[in-house]
């Protein structure tokens, strides 16, 4: 099993930025692609960013192109989403996924989730 919990959500004014994190426990951090979800109210769960295993691939929404960026730190067993030019249809729970497997594989199937934090935007 893998333990995910995220931190960093808050409100935050349009056009500003927040940085998210999400810690991992329970398993060997590198040997997991990770990602970034999100859902809006009303709203389907959506992919918004993916990494992979060593960090050395990475792909987005193109929602978020452009204006997230995520990373990872295996020695600290943390992943990142930093977030900029943050717009009021960017309000969300945000999670943090994980897969044992290849980049692709954490985007269409994440088998582990954190608890989500909240992100709200205003105009």
């Known amino acids: 099993q893998v333990q995910l919990v995220e931190s960093g959500g808050g409100l935050v004014q349009a056009g500003g930025s927040l940085r998210l994190s999400c810690a991992a426990s329970?398993?060997?951090?590198?040997?997991?692609?990770m990602g970034w979800f999100r859902q809006a109210p009303g709203k389907e769960r959506e992919f918004v960013a993916a990494?992979?295993?060593?960090?050395?691939?990475?792909t987005y929404a193109d929602s978020v192109k452009g204006r997230f960026t995520i990373s990872r730190d295996n020695a600290k067993n943390t992943v990142y989403l930093q977030m900029n030019s943050l717009k009021p249809e960017d309000t969300a729970v945000y999670y943090c996924?994980?897969?044992?497997?290849?980049?692709?594989?954490?985007?269409?199937?994440?088998?582990?989730w954190g608890q989500g934090t909240q992100v709200t935007v205003s105009s």
């Open positions: 996924a994980g897969n044992g497997g290849s980049l692709g594989g954490v985007v269409v199937g994440p088998e582990y």
């Open positions: 329970g398993r060997t951090f590198s040997n997991y692609a």
């Open positions: 990494i992979s295993r060593n960090g050395g691939s990475t």
